[in-house]
T-cell receptor, first 111, second 114 residues
Framework: QQPVQSPQAVILREGEDAVINCSSS?????VHWYRQKHGEAPVFLMI?????EQKGHDKISASFNEKKQQSSLYLTASQLSYSGTYFC????????????FGQGTELSVKP | NAGVTQTPKFQVLKTGQSMTLQCAQD?????MYWYRQDPGMGLRLIYY???????DKGEVPNGYNVSRLNKREFSLRLESAAPSQTSVYFC?????????????FGSGTRLTVV
């Protein structure tokens, strides 16, 4: 039931772009994306709802393919502050809003 | 505006001891959750409470119990701690039902069982 994220890790230079993928075997109601820096709590980035509604910010965006049960997170013109571990969380309808998280993608942005 | 507050931040227990992790939120959220995080395993759901008065098991509930004391507070109890429960525990809350809000996480409790 846990969604699968890819890649597991990625190293970028400042200004480069990255894509992180999240794939589920279940029909999804929503997909969340979070970023966690070392030793800190995860921080909410955005949510993608079934039906195409999207919320996001800055140079980070995401897509949600309901038919394929997949979501992708796009980071453009990466900054040093983007470093951290990114998690997708998947929600199935009528299950109390609970999220099942992927195993995470570690992103390192170098100067 | 504190958000989600967890206590304690650190704890060392001996095998067989019991303890309760406390969590409180001041955002008037309906839903609250307990996760544990182990290296390479991501965040795994232990228990959750969709609304005041209800609790349900998550992915890894064995060895834990929860209490939704009121709308603000959701506690996690380890009755007889085991080394396998060494982990970082996160409490989170959200506005379930609107489908538009993300989780707000507490700062975590780092638990070591020896």
């Amino acid at each position: 039931q846990q969604p699968v994220q890819s890649p597991q890790a990625v190293i970028l230079r400042e200004g480069e772009d990255a894509v992180i993928n999240c794939s589920s075997s279940k029909a999804l109601y929503s997909v969340h994306w979070y970023r966690q820096k070392h030793g800190e709590a995860p921080v909410f980035l955005m949510i993608l709802l079934k039906g195409g509604e999207q919320k996001g910010h800055d140079k980070i965006s995401a897509s949600f393919n309901e038919k394929k049960q997949q979501s992708s997170l796009y980071l453009t013109a990466s900054q040093l502050s983007y470093s951290g571990t990114y998690f997708c969380g998947t929600e199935i309808r009528n299950q109390g809003g609970k999220l099942i998280f992927g195993q995470g993608t570690e992103l390192s942005v170098k100067p | 505006n504190a958000g989600v507050t967890q206590t304690p931040k650190f704890q060392v227990l001996k095998t067989g001891q019991s303890m309760t992790l406390q969590c409180a939120q001041d955002m008037n959220h309906n839903s609250m959750y307990w996760y544990r995080q182990d290296p390479g395993m991501g965040l795994r759901l232990i228990y959750y409470s969709a609304s005041e008065g209800t609790t349900d098991k998550g992915e890894v509930p064995n060895g834990y119990n929860v209490s939704r004391l009121n709308k603000r507070e959701f506690s996690l109890r380890l009755e007889s701690a085991a080394p396998s429960q060494t982990s970082v525990y996160f409490c989170a809350s959200s506005e379930y039902g609107r489908g538009s809000g993300g989780y707000t996480f507490g700062s975590g409790t780092r638990l070591t069982v020896v």
